[in-house]
């Protein structure tokens, strides 16, 4: 089992600045991939970035690439997601992913990002 804890979501003006946050306890020796997702009111939730373990690998929705940025801590049971340029349409749920080495996902609560135009 995995658990991951998120924190950094909040309420911000279009143009402004959130980073969010990710702390994976458990079984995070067999964690292959971290990410975030996100889901907006009546949509499905979303990729946004994905970083591979242990490499540089990482890749994002076409819709925040330039403007977000996913990276880890050194021990890569942390990861973060720097989000600049918000847009309001950037507004969703957004959840902390990890995916072990069998594909099986773990998630996160959630934290909700708000951004007013």
């Known amino acids: 089992q995995v658990q991951l804890v998120e924190s950094g979501g909040g309420l911000v003006q279009a143009g402004g600045s959130l980073r969010l946050s990710c702390v994976a306890s458990g079984s995070t020796s067999y964690i292959k991939a971290m990410g975030w997702y996100r889901q907006a009111p009546g949509k499905e939730r979303e990729l946004v970035a994905i970083k591979i373990r242990g490499n540089f690998n990482t890749r994002y929705a076409d819709s925040v690439q330039g403007r977000f940025t996913i990276s880890s801590d050194r021990g890569q049971n942390s990861v973060y997601l720097q989000m600049n340029s918000l847009k309001p349409e950037d507004t969703a749920v957004y959840y902390c992913?990890?995916?072990?080495?069998?594909?099986?996902?773990?998630w996160g609560q959630g934290t909700q990002v708000t951004v007013s135009s």
């Open positions: 992913n990890a995916r072990t080495v069998w594909q099986r996902d773990f």
